[in-house]
């Protein structure tokens, strides 16, 4: 049955780290709202739609301050679901094969079959109201005697999806197609496959590839923002603070979506999203060649592996740079 667990999006993700103060700082800069700290130090940030980020300090002797793959990296993917009927068919199904536990907020824990540490609670977020931004087209005004919106910094509305590098990207799927009720959106031949958690809504909420290098790790986490000037207003402000472009700005060509990433204190590299494909039980799914330039199907900064490519803000990808943060 389709999402017969009611998964409806990420819900929060926690990280693991051993930059705390720069990890909370990049969070905030971000466009994150401070939500709560703790002594044990937690640091929790919410984006518009109340979609959380955890950040904790590493440590590997405590599963809950692991981070997986690397010195800093993801510890927890929350999903969020409708209502507590879903929570407890979701602890009878995975209770099968593996420890499952409620904690004392009514949250339940498990893990996948890669050693993902998992979550699931019936969902806190809510949508914020989202001005729909208007254009002129060459036929149609639709912002008369008004300037554009301008952005100074991004407000990232809401997680939209996490992208793990694996070591088989079709066998980690497995898990999620047949145990949690995920779909099947789009694939990289042989390389990776975006799925998502509900037959309607984002193009995607978990991307799984082969990655380049052994193990499991997140590669990105993608937060959802108004549109392109938001991409680009927000990303032009993390720039300003010294942090460095690792692709972008930039579309994509799966999922249309226009990005820009940025490397991060965190293990892995955000992402800012806007205008990608928003599908239902229509969409059909398709394959895309893994070749040099389908990552993208323009972009600045970053050099495509087939050489067609080459953007003025390439200086981010300088071996050996490190970020200079202003704080
Ligand atoms: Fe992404």
């Not at 971000?30 to 002594?39: E, K, Q, R, T």
Request: charge should be negative; include cysteine.
């Amino acid at each position: 049955m389709l999402n017969r667990f009611r998964i409806n999006g990420i819900e929060k993700v926690r990280f693991a780290v051993t930059e705390f103060e720069d990890a909370c700082t990049f969070a905030s800069q971000w466009g994150l709202s401070p939500a709560a700290s703790d002594a044990a130090g937690a640091f929790l940030f919410r984006a518009q739609d109340g979609s959380e980020v955890e950040i904790v300090r590493a440590e590997p002797a405590d599963p809950r301050r692991r981070p997986l793959g690397n010195s800093s990296g993801l510890s927890e993917i929350t999903w969020g679901v409708s209502d507590e009927a879903a929570l407890h068919a979701l602890e009878a199904e995975l209770c099968r094969d593996r420890a499952v536990e409620f904690d004392g907020d009514g949250v339940l824990h498990s893990v996948d079959d890669l050693g993902i540490r998992l979550a699931f609670r019936v969902t806190r977020r809510a949508e914020a109201p989202v001005e729909a931004t208007r254009y002129n087209s060459p036929t149609r005004t639709d912002r008369l005697n008004q300037r554009a919106v301008r952005y100074d910094q991004a407000r990232p509305h809401q997680i939209s999806h996490v992208a793990m590098g694996v070591d088989d990207a079709a066998a980690a799927a497995q898990f999620y197609i047949e145990r949690l009720g995920f779909i099947v959106s789009d694939r990289y031949a042989n390389r990776g496959l975006f799925l998502r958690c509900s037959p309607s809504g984002n193009h995607h909420h978990l991307f799984l590839m082969n990655g380049r290098t052994p193990g499991t790790r997140l590669n990105h986490m993608a937060f959802k923002v108004r549109d392109v000037h938001e991409v680009i207003g927000g990303g032009q402000y993390i720039d300003s603070k010294g942090w460095k472009t690792f692709a972008g700005p930039g579309r994509h060509t799966v999922s249309s979506a226009c990005f820009w990433y940025f490397l991060t204190p965190l293990g892995c590299a955000w992402e800012y999203a806007a205008d990608e494909d928003i599908v239902n039980e229509s969409w059909e799914a398709a394959d895309f060649a893994a070749t040099a330039d389908i990552f993208s199907e323009w972009t600045f900064g970053l050099e495509k592996s087939d050489g067609r490519l080459r953007g003025p803000i390439s200086v981010s990808k300088e071996a050996g740079a490190s970020p200079a943060v202003s704080k």
